[in-house]
């Protein structure tokens, strides 16, 4: 667990060095590499995370999929449980400031979404391996999701986020697509 956590120390600290046009630049090359990628041309409904700095910029993906007539649903977390639960999102003023400067949607505002309604789940993550692995933010709560989650996955990442080596755990999962500034890589296919 310890080298976990200097594993995430370190990793911020790298992202947090990325100057603001270079953020936006590389969040943008991600973000239309993922429009043309099938995963995203396919789904009707996508579950994303509503992005905090220096995390790959997901209020634009969000837009364009409203324009593009999809559905897209925001994690809601569970603290009493350590579970997450996804709410379908129309509006950005259907969010609220909980903790952290972390949005997630007001509960009074939006409706509960069934993980089976989500053609593509948008994974987040701090480190990412080649292979698919991920280092998250220390909570779980993706990784609790994940396990009974059928859909397609693909994370989205900075370069300097893909490492030769992560920690992991037995009951890590890896996602079947990561995205980054520089390319696609495809787990397992």
Excluded at 8 to 34: C, D, F, G, H, V
Excluded at 64 to 92: D, H, Y
Aim: a neutral charge.
């Amino acid at each position: 667990m310890q080298e976990k956590k200097q594993f995430r120390t370190n990793m911020i600290k790298q992202l947090q060095t990325i100057s603001k046009p270079q953020y936006e630049q590389m969040s943008y090359q991600i973000a239309l590499q993922l429009y043309n990628n099938a995963s995203f041309t396919s789904a009707s409904h996508i579950g994303i995370t509503i992005s905090k700095f220096p995390e790959v910029d997901t209020y634009q993906i969000i837009r364009t999929a409203w324009q593009l007539g999809k559905k897209v649903s925001v994690p809601k977390c569970i603290p009493e449980n350590r579970q997450m639960v996804f709410r379908q999102l129309e509006q950005f003023d259907q969010l609220e400031s909980v903790y952290s400067n972390l949005f997630e949607p007001i509960v009074e505002k939006t409706v509960q979404t069934d993980s089976a309604e989500i053609d593509l789940l948008l994974v987040p993550g701090l480190a990412f391996s080649k292979k698919g692995y991920r280092l998250g933010f220390g909570g779980g709560y993706y990784d609790r999701f994940l396990q009974n989650y059928k859909g397609n996955t693909i994370s989205l990442a900075f370069a300097i986020q893909l490492q030769e080596e992560i920690p992991l755990q037995n009951h890590d999962l890896a996602v079947q697509k990561i995205i980054t500034n520089e390319g696609i890589i495809c787990i397992n296919e």
